[in-house]
């Protein structure tokens, strides 16, 4: 007997532990919910009010994300030219040239910092499903565009882009979505250094309104960048495949190799060969696609008063070179 009610205060005991078990899991899993909910906003809380909070990371890189982030808060209306490409794109094009160069142009300037060739395929598709009515595209490079071209070219989920860009979800569910403690801290860094940079160039955050980035300032960071190296053929083919399928859909596809500082052909290519071979190899890819290029770097529309660093442009040059680009392709019947 004396086993038998030890025996059921055991059972009775369990199930006590059972009932209560459920109850004080949920309790705590609650807990620990809203104390992290708590730390979550007070984190994005105190990232806002110093002025560091950084784009929702759709991408994860914070220029690609500053620019979604400039095309929700400034839709497009209808463009029908779109200049793509990394930095360079970004920085060197002013798309008002463009916009008084080409009549009925309406340009917009889809340019993400740190891209490869690849990667500009992928915008310049996630750009025309959303503006079907491009019909000129124009793609500016350098040698660094190329040298690596690996995976899928995606740099952002397009679904979220466009929920985030254009169909006004809110902007917390992207920061909870993509919430990552490493990445973001990572981001803010890169927000500190890039505010950084820029103070130390005295240039503003502005876009202007078709979305370019101008590097206005009268400063220079020397020239930056080391020796370039031959183009990855994996970016070959996608520059290929891009110029195929933009001749198939019936838009025109311009490629300039931007302009590049004298003193970095001085050091690195005082005989241009490095240069024009790139420059052959991009031909060579482009033969029977319907695609034009032209090599700006060779044309030394730009001297060395016009750059900050090695390929990147002051504002005043890259009106200069927009305005040099619009000559050459309306000229040669390209535009």
């Known amino acids: 007997m004396r086993l038998e009610r030890q025996a059921a205060g055991v059972s009775f005991g369990g199930h006590k532990a059972l009932v209560a078990s459920p109850v004080r899991y949920m309790i705590a899993i609650l807990g620990g919910a809203i104390a992290a909910l708590a730390v979550f906003c007070a984190t994005y809380g105190a990232l806002y009010v110093t002025g560091y909070l950084p784009p929702p990371p759709l991408s994860n890189n914070i220029c690609t994300d500053e620019k979604l982030l400039f095309f929700r808060r400034n839709p497009p209306a209808e463009p029908n030219f779109v200049v ?191 240069t024009k071979h790139v420059v052959w190899q991009l031909t060579d890819a482009l033969t029977g696609t319907r695609a034009r290029i032209w090599d700006a770097d060779a044309a030394r529309v730009i001297d060395s008063s016009g750059f900050i660093d090695a390929v990147h442009l002051r504002w005043s040059a890259a009106t200069i070179l927009t305005s040099a680009i619009v000559e050459h392709f309306r000229a040669n019947r390209g535009l």
């Open 84 to 274: 793509i490409g990394s930095s360079i794109a970004w920085r060197n094009i002013d798309s008002a040239a463009i916009a008084s160069g080409i009549p009925g142009a309406q340009p917009l300037n889809g340019g993400f910092c740190g891209l490869m060739v690849h990667q500009s395929a992928f915008v310049a598709d996630w750009m025309i499903s959303r503006w079907p009515a491009i019909r000129g595209v124009l793609l500016i490079v350098s040698p660094m565009d190329f040298k690596a071209c690996k995976g899928t070219g995606q740099i952002f989920d397009p679904v979220d882009a466009n929920e985030f860009t254009f169909e006004g979800a809110p902007m917390w569910s992207f920061y909870l979505r993509y919430f990552d403690p490493i990445s973001l801290h990572h981001n803010v860094m890169r927000e500190m250094s890039e505010r950084e940079q820029e103070r130390i160039l005295k240039v503003s955050r502005r876009f202007t309104k078709y979305g370019d980035k101008p590097f206005d300032t009268k400063e220079d960071r020397g020239l930056f960048y080391g020796r370039m190296r031959d183009p990855d053929p994996a970016c070959l083919t996608a520059l290929r495949s891009l110029a195929t399928t933009l001749a198939e859909q019936g838009r025109s596809f311009m490629v300039v190799v931007t302009p590049i500082h004298p003193d970095w052909h001085a050091q690195y290519d005082a005989d241009r060969r490095f």
